[in-house]
Antibody
Framework: QVHLRQSGPGLVKPSQTLSLTCAISGDSVSSNSAAWNWFRQSPSRGLEWLGRTYHRSDWHNHYAPSVKSRITINPDTSKNQFSLQLNSVTPEDTAVYYCARSGNGYYDFWGQGTLVTVSS | DIQMTQSPSSLSASVGDRVTISCRAS??????LNWYQQKPGEAPKVLIY???SLQSGVPSTFSGSGSGTDFTLTISSLQPEDFATYYCQQSYSTPYTFGRGTKLEI
């Protein structure tokens, strides 16, 4: 059974960087059949896919256009986890953030969710 | 981006009812359509993938159909635990987009 455990601060100041980590058990971040994704959910934006990282002989990243200039998703093979960094946050980035695994185009295992509030 | 439109946005029903939820894509997505259930305070849970394939462990009261731009999620006999919000999601092209949800209420 795959389990994803999220960690990171729940409060970030405007203009600073939001950083979250998703630790994987039961699978490998280097898997050649899975991708590792970040989402967020808010009343105003609904469920929004932010981006993914995956390994297919080399590492690949894809990001949503809405955050492409501010986002970085990195794998950490030594700790079997992946991370999200979102720069220059504003109150509009306040949301519940989720990590999730995908294979075959759908998201089958999710983290527990982290409410991140952007406020001074 | 591909826009996903769900209808209705909310639905009142009773235990034992048969309900259908619709999802329309702004362009053809073949059968690259997935359905999720979300309960308050929880992450989404996949029910149906590739438009009509039932995820392992999901009751057979759930079914999906459609291709191209129009899709349907059907719950054949509502159980108390089925009252939740349902989302469709396209996996045809990035960014992978979701509908705004259908809240199923008693």
């Amino acid at each position: 059974q795959v389990h994803l455990r999220q960690s990171g601060p729940g409060l970030v100041k405007p203009s600073q960087t939001l950083s979250l980590t998703c630790a994987i058990s039961g699978d490998s971040v280097s898997s050649n059949s899975a991708a590792w994704n970040w989402f967020r959910q808010s009343p105003s934006r609904g469920l929004e896919w932010l981006g993914r990282t995956y390994h297919r002989s080399d590492w690949h990243n894809h990001y949503a256009p809405s955050v492409k200039s501010r986002i970085t998703i990195n794998p950490d093979t030594s700790k079997n986890q992946f991370s999200l960094q979102l720069n220059s946050v504003t109150p509009e980035d306040t949301a519940v953030y989720y990590c999730a695994r995908s294979g075959n185009g759908y998201y089958d295992f999710w983290g527990q969710g982290t409410l991140v509030t952007v406020s001074s | 981006d591909i826009q996903m439109t769900q209808s209705p946005s909310s639905l009142s029903a009773s235990v034992g009812d048969r309900v259908t939820i619709s999802c329309r894509a702004s362009q053809s997505i073949s059968t690259y359509l997935n359905w999720y259930q979300q309960k308050p305070g929880e992450a989404p849970k996949v029910l149906i993938y590739a438009a009509s394939s039932l995820q392992s462990g999901v009751p057979s009261t759930f079914s999906g159909s459609g291709s191209g731009t129009d899709f349907t999620l059907t719950i054949s006999s509502l159980q108390p635990e089925d009252f939740a919000t349902y989302y469709c999601q396209q996996s045809y092209s990035t960014p992978y987009t979701f509908g705004r949800g259908t809240k199923l209420e008693i």
